[in-house]
Structures are given as structure tokens and as C-alpha cells.
């Protein structure tokens, strides 16, 4: 009797013992299988990654075309404003030179950089602010609103009043080819800092234009 019980008891345990070992290796599987594969999960979330991208996005030829544009624009204007402070007579003019330079001088600096990044040719400097660009005329405004070289010596000869009328009616002459040259790049342009100069630049000339037409006004 003691016997069969101690069979009984030996065959309850051998039982139990496989039970648990199918227990515990199904576990084991499922632990496995809800863990991430190599290269899987986290791995694919750095891989999805945008890294590398230039800032701004890309850019086009109008891009390149605008900033080559604009960069000997914006040295002529500082150049008449230039002249401004020591032939102007009016404050305001005075004044309204000195942003202006303020303004534009460090946009020069943008976009030469842009064109550098990108390996594209950044205009060269002249005295006229013109810049020298391959097949430039000189004699003729090779872009909206900018002055010729006799256009500029002309405005050096000036000053006092005389001075202040020439160069508020060049200069808003040259602020209008700013606006139609920035809206050319909103318009066509791929990179976004460049639009979004273009934009700035429409904003603030089309200001100055109206300042400056109350001025001449007043004179």
C-alpha cells in the first residue's frame, strides 16, 4: 500500500515538473519574439532620421542668379549711402543713409556666403558698388534700378540740397529694382532663406520708398 502511494506521489511530480518546464520555455519564446531584432526598432528610428540636410533645403538657379544680383545692388546702394554722410545736409537723409547701410551691409555678407556654399561665383567689388561680373556693361544699368558709373559721378559731385534730391530720387529709382528683383526670387526661388530675405527686402524698401517720398515732398 505504501508502495503504490510512493508511485502515486513520484508520478504527481514528474507531471508537475513538465508542466513547468513547458510553461517556462513558452515564456522564453515569447520574451524573445517581443524583443526588437538587431537593426530593428531603434536602430530604424535613426535610420529614418533626416540628418545631413542643408539648412535652408536646396536651391536653384534663381537662387544663385538672385544673390549674385543682389549683392552688387546692395554695395551700390551702401556706396551712395556712403557719400551721404559727408555731403548730405538733411538729417533725415543722413539718418535714412546710415540704416540703409546698416541694413544691407550685413545682407552682403549672407548671400556672399550662400554663393560661396554653394560654389557658385560671389560677385566682385568696385568703387561704384557695381561689382564686376563677366559681360557687366558698366555704361548701362545692368540691373533694375542701379546706377551707371556716370550715374554715381554725377551724385559725387553734389551736395547740400542738391545732393539730397539726387539721392533720394536714385535712390528710391534703386529700391523699386530691389522690390522687382526680390519678388522675381519669391516667385521662382527653391531656397527658403533666400525667399525669406527677398520678402524682407520688399518689405522694408517698399518702406523707405514712402519715407522717402515724404521727404522730397517737404524739400
Request: with cysteine.
Given at each position: 500500500m505504501a508502495s503504490r502511494r510512493s508511485l502515486v506521489r513520484r508520478a504527481v511530480a514528474l507531471?508537475?515538473?513538465?508542466t513547468a518546464a513547458v510553461v517556462l520555455a513558452a515564456?522564453?519564446?515569447?520574451s524573445d519574439s517581443s524583443s526588437p531584432a538587431p537593426g530593428h526598432s531603434g536602430h530604424g528610428m535613426g535610420a529614418t532620421h533626416p540628418s545631413g540636410t542643408a539648412s535652408g533645403g536646396s536651391h536653384d538657379?534663381?537662387?544663385?542668379?538672385?544673390?549674385?544680383?543682389?549683392?552688387?545692388?546692395?554695395?551700390?546702394?551702401?556706396?551712395?549711402?556712403?557719400?551721404?554722410?559727408?555731403?548730405?545736409?538733411?538729417?533725415?537723409?543722413?539718418?535714412?543713409?546710415?540704416?540703409?547701410?546698416?541694413a544691407q551691409d550685413?545682407?552682403?555678407?549672407?548671400?556672399?556666403?550662400?554663393?560661396?556654399?554653394?560654389?557658385?561665383?560671389?560677385?566682385?567689388?568696385?568703387?561704384?558698388?557695381?561689382?564686376?561680373?563677366?559681360?557687366?556693361?558698366?555704361?548701362?544699368?545692368?540691373?533694375?534700378?542701379?546706377?551707371?558709373?556716370q550715374d554715381m559721378g554725377r551724385l559725387k559731385g553734389l551736395s547740400g540740397d542738391a545732393f539730397d534730391k539726387a539721392f533720394l530720387r536714385m535712390m528710391i529709382g534703386h529700391h523699386q529694382g530691389a522690390i522687382?528683383?526680390?519678388?522675381?526670387?519669391?516667385?521662382?526661388?527653391?531656397?527658403?532663406?533666400?525667399?525669406?530675405?527677398?520678402?524682407?527686402?520688399?518689405?522694408?524698401?517698399t518702406a523707405e520708398i514712402t519715407e522717402m517720398n515724404g521727404m522730397l515732398g517737404k524739400q
Open positions: 507531471a508537475t515538473a513538465a515564456c522564453g519564446g515569447s538657379p534663381q537662387d544663385v542668379s538672385f544673390a549674385q544680383g543682389m549683392i552688387p545692388h546692395h554695395r551700390q546702394a551702401v556706396a551712395m549711402a556712403d557719400l551721404a554722410a559727408s555731403r548730405a545736409k538733411s538729417p533725415q537723409v543722413k539718418d535714412l543713409a546710415a540704416k540703409i547701410k546698416q550685413p545682407e552682403i555678407t549672407t548671400m556672399s556666403g550662400w554663393l560661396k556654399a554653394w560654389g557658385a561665383q560671389v560677385p566682385g567689388d568696385s568703387r561704384s558698388g557695381m561689382g564686376s561680373m563677366p559681360g557687366m556693361d558698366h555704361s548701362a544699368s545692368p540691373m533694375p534700378g542701379m546706377m551707371s558709373d522687382a528683383m526680390a519678388g522675381t526670387e519669391r516667385a521662382k526661388g527653391a531656397y527658403g532663406p533666400a525667399k525669406a530675405l527677398a520678402k524682407s527686402i520688399a518689405t522694408s524698401q
